[in-house]
């Protein structure tokens, strides 16, 4: 990334627009995964616990 | 912090030397490099929408498929608002960087050092002008300096004015988040904002619009869902932008209702209390603000079906129009929605709000962001699921532990139970296969010719045939022995062969010839053996199947036995059933064969047991005749009684 430090003064702060769009960007970007891994995890917890329950069913029927 | 994929990593500007300070750009270069930044956040946004977008694909489609078990509502509800959520994030993440790039067209055009340099280039014209006496070219430079220095000084404030105020100027554009934080947005604001941007989408058709088009539906979708599973709203499924937008409630007839619904409440207390003044008072207010919700239901152009009127304790019979005051206000089927929406409306807004504080650290961090570029991830089912903590990698690789035990715990019963069912199988299937093959009848087709006939006869003739057969078997694993032997015994005899062949060769003698005959004889043995193996193999499970087969005919003939018992048999014989002999049936019924035990032996002493007595003769010493069963001498269930016995008439003779 561009360093903001060599911009005059009056590019400068368009520049940090610029980076600061990204950056809020990258966060909004970074929650969604946070969400998406937390929706992931329960939906493997609940596959998996299906799962051993239906084999632990198998299981008990032989 | 995590950084998203897609993200780049080496795009990076080099860091000044260190003791040396970078080289400012002029204004010509800082345009440039804004154009470049620009461009580049761009094209890394662009990047990672893709990978965070077919991840979501991948969550959705893939990982589900893999699992055989589908996304339940409320999780494709979360999931199904990502790529909306995405291209949003993305587009105002490029309107912002749009504005930043566009103050271009107002900044001054040039720089100090252009004018400055404008300037100079104008005196030394003014100067030869002046030389040259030439006043019109003098006029036209003046006024020419003139407005070049006007902008001079223009320039000149307003970079004393960028100077004096401080560099963080643009604040990050508001997320959805701060303004929940503010005043959260209803479920009915969202999808009205959702359909406005669907139907300003749809006016496009190029790629873009159209994977906003999904991304908004499925938003909608999702936002629809999410309050129908969990708040039961009556909402339509907003498919496609016409999708039906569930109207914001009027909280002016739902105030109202709660205020009615709290008169009625104290209107029951009075009666309760018997207190005629207190009801007398609450019947003014009821029908007061009856009236006034009426009116205001239809102002807010619900419509009332029929007027709430409240139950009041009149003595008189509820008529058709009148409310139970337990029942609360009878109000039509969309007043109903309209309120119940109200309250599910204010708890999603709760929620958001409560979504919004928790994402605001989440904001903080990203302003404290180093850089905004950062590694590109590899996409792994982890990945794709952003999980990179240890603790939740270690979770889940423990719950894929225990599926994988359970399964093998499946497997090994299965493979238990394949094998006793497959043992049985053979058992009746072999035995009944070896019939065939030997050409004799099945067990069940000489069942009839055994029962009621003496016995023996054909149980013999089989199991001789069993035994006969096993002989032949046993004769040729034998034979495969004794063969199997002689060729350990020949490869005894190159071994040592090949000792000598080696002491030759160290004498530097040629053995080439020798070794090559050598190891063909070897080969050979080798494939002898191994066919030898095979025969025995073969050999092997064929005696197997004729012990299976014995067993399961020496099991069922016994089991028929117990069946029929003396009953079919003894009659015949004019044998008195004997309970020792019954019992013996019943037991070689039930044990399973021995195979210590040849069958033919065990049959024929179930025989000897079976079959009468030889008649008596002279021999006063001979045994008497066996007591009937036990189970004969109960007089219900008593069978008639048997005629007597050849000896007991010969005795009585």
């Given at each position: 990334m561009t360093d903001i430090k060599r911009f005059p003064p009056s590019h400068a702060s368009r520049a940090k627009r610029i980076q600061d769009a990204f950056a809020n960007f990258l966060n909004e970007v970074a929650a969604i995964r946070n969400e998406r891994k937390q929706v992931l995890v329960g939906y493997l917890k609940r596959v998996e616990d299906k799962k051993i329950a239906e084999i632990?069913?198998?299981?008990?029927e032989l | 912090m995590e950084a998203p994929p897609g993200a780049s990593v080496d795009r990076e500007t080099p860091a000044p030397e260190s003791g040396e300070r970078a080289k400012t750009f002029d204004a010509g270069d800082a345009e440039r490099e804004l154009g470049e930044l620009g461009k580049q956040v761009s094209e890394d946004a662009k990047e990672v929408v893709d990978v965070t977008s077919a991840e979501t694909k991948g969550l959705t489609k893939d990982i589900p498929a893999r699992y055989e078990e589908?996304?339940?509502?409320?999780?494709?509800?979360?999931?199904?608002?990502?790529?909306?959520?995405?291209?949003?994030?993305?587009?105002?993440?490029?309107?912002?960087?749009?504005?930043?790039?566009?103050?271009?067209?107002?900044?001054?055009?040039?720089?100090?050092?252009?004018?400055?340099?404008?300037?100079?280039?104008?005196?030394?014209?003014?100067?030869?002008?002046?030389?040259?006496?030439?006043?019109?070219?003098?006029?036209?430079?003046?006024?020419?300096?003139?407005?070049?220095?006007?902008?001079?000084?223009?320039?000149?404030?307003?970079?004393?004015?960028?100077?004096?105020?401080?560099?963080?100027?643009?604040?990050?554009?508001?997320?959805?988040?701060?303004?929940?934080?503010?005043?959260?947005?209803?479920?009915?604001?969202?999808?009205?904002?959702?359909?406005?941007?669907?139907?300003?989408?749809?006016?496009?058709?190029?790629?873009?619009?159209?994977?906003?088009?999904?991304?908004?539906?499925?938003?909608?979708?999702?936002?629809?869902?999410?309050?129908?599973?969990?708040?039961?709203?009556?909402?339509?499924?907003?498919?496609?932008?016409?999708?039906?937008?569930?109207?914001?409630?009027?909280?002016?007839?739902?105030?109202?209702?709660?205020?009615?619904?709290?008169?009625?409440?104290?209107?029951?207390?009075?009666?309760?209390?018997?207190?005629?003044?207190?009801?007398?008072?609450?019947?003014?207010?009821?029908?007061a603000v009856t009236k006034e919700w009426q009116d205001t239901a239809k102002a807010e152009g619900h419509v009332v079906e029929r007027p709430r009127e409240p139950m009041l304790d009149r003595g008189e019979p509820a008529n058709d129009n009148a409310v139970a005051l337990d029942e609360g206000p009878e109000v039509t089927s969309r007043d109903a929605t309209a309120a119940e929406t109200?309250?599910?409306?204010?708890?999603?807004?709760?929620?958001?709000?409560?979504?919004?504080?928790?994402?605001?650290?989440?904001?903080?961090?990203?302003?404290?962001?180093?850089?905004?570029?950062?590694?590109?991830?590899?996409?792994?089912?982890?990945?794709?699921?952003?999980?990179?903590?240890?603790?939740?990698?270690?979770?889940?690789?423990?719950?894929?532990?225990?599926?994988?035990?359970?399964?093998?715990?499946?497997?090994?019963?299965?493979?238990?139970?394949?094998?006793?069912?497959?043992?049985?199988?053979?058992?009746?299937?072999?035995?009944?296969?070896?019939?065939?093959?030997?050409?004799?009848?099945?067990?069940?087709?000489?069942?009839?010719?055994?029962?009621?006939?003496?016995?023996?006869?054909?149980?013999?003739?089989?199991?001789?045939?069993?035994?006969?057969?096993?002989?032949?078997?046993?004769?040729?694993?034998?034979s495969i022995a004794e063969r199997k032997a002689g060729l350990e015994e020949k490869s005894g005899e190159l071994e040592k062969k090949r000792k000598k062949l080696k002491e030759k060769k160290e004498r530097g003698e040629d053995v080439s010839e020798e070794e090559a005959e050598l190891r063909r004889e070897e080969e050979?043995?080798?494939?002898?053996?191994?066919?030898?193996?095979?025969?025995?193999?073969?050999?092997?499970?064929?005696?197997?199947?004729?012990?299976?087969?014995?067993?399961?005919?020496?099991?069922?003939?016994?089991?028929?036995?117990?069946?029929?018992?003396?009953?079919?048999?003894?009659?015949?014989?004019?044998?008195?059933?004997?309970?020792?002999?019954?019992?013996?049936?019943a037991e070689s019924a039930a044990a399973p064969a021995k195979e210590e035990q040849p069958v033919a032996e065990q049959l024929a002493a179930d025989r000897e047991a079976i079959l009468p007595p030889e008649p008596v003769t002279e021999d006063p010493e001979k045994p008497e005749p066996p007591e009937p069963p036990a189970a004969a001498s109960s007089p219900e269930s008593a069978p008639p009684a048997p005629p007597a016995a050849p000896t007991e008439t010969k005795l009585a003779a």
């Open positions: 632990k069913k198998k299981i008990n | 589908p996304l339940d509502a409320a999780e494709a509800a979360k999931i199904a608002g990502n790529d909306a959520r995405l291209i949003a994030a993305r587009e105002r993440m490029e309107q912002e960087v749009g504005a930043a790039l566009a103050e271009k067209t107002e900044a001054p055009a040039s720089d100090m050092k252009t004018l400055d340099s404008q300037l100079r280039d104008i005196d030394q014209q003014l100067e030869e002008a002046h030389k040259k006496g030439d006043g019109n070219k003098r006029q036209e430079l003046e006024a020419r300096r003139a407005q070049v220095d006007d902008e001079r000084k223009k320039l000149k404030a307003e970079q004393a004015a960028a100077a004096a105020k401080p560099v963080e100027v643009a604040p990050p554009a508001p997320e959805p988040a701060a303004a929940a934080e503010a005043a959260p947005p209803t479920a009915a604001d969202k999808l009205r904002d959702l359909e406005a941007q669907y139907k300003e989408v749809s006016k496009s058709d190029d790629s873009y619009a159209a994977d906003k088009k999904v991304a908004l539906e499925r938003e909608m979708e999702a936002l629809t869902l999410e309050h129908q599973a969990g708040q039961k709203i009556e909402a339509e499924p907003p498919a496609a932008a016409e999708a039906a937008v569930e109207p914001e409630p009027q909280p002016a007839s739902v105030v109202l209702e709660g205020k009615l619904r709290d008169l009625e409440a104290q209107y029951k207390e009075a009666q309760a209390a018997n207190d005629p003044d207190k009801k007398a008072a609450l019947e003014r207010q009821l029908e109200a309250a599910v409306l204010a708890a999603v807004a709760e929620e958001e709000a409560g979504d919004a504080r928790k994402e605001a650290p989440a904001k903080k961090r990203a302003r404290e962001l180093p850089r905004a570029a950062d590694v590109i991830e590899p996409v792994g089912l982890e990945a794709a699921a952003g999980i990179d903590d240890e603790f939740e990698k270690a979770e889940v690789e423990k719950l894929r532990k225990e599926v994988k035990e359970a399964r093998e715990i499946e497997e090994a019963k299965k493979k238990a139970e394949g094998n006793v069912l497959d043992k049985a199988k053979r058992s009746a299937g072999g035995a009944y296969d070896f019939f065939k093959e030997s050409g004799l009848k099945t067990f069940m087709e000489g069942a009839a010719e055994m029962v009621g006939s003496k016995p023996g006869k054909l149980e013999s003739q089989t199991l001789e045939k069993f035994s006969a057969e096993r002989k032949k078997f046993k004769e040729k694993m034998k050979e043995i080798e494939n002898e053996k191994a066919a030898l193996e095979a025969e025995a193999k073969a050999v092997e499970a064929e005696d197997r199947k004729a012990k299976l087969a014995e067993e399961a005919e020496a099991a069922t003939q016994a089991k028929l036995r117990a069946e029929a018992g003396a009953q079919a048999v003894l009659p015949e014989t004019g044998g008195a059933p004997s309970a020792a002999v019954a019992e013996k049936s």
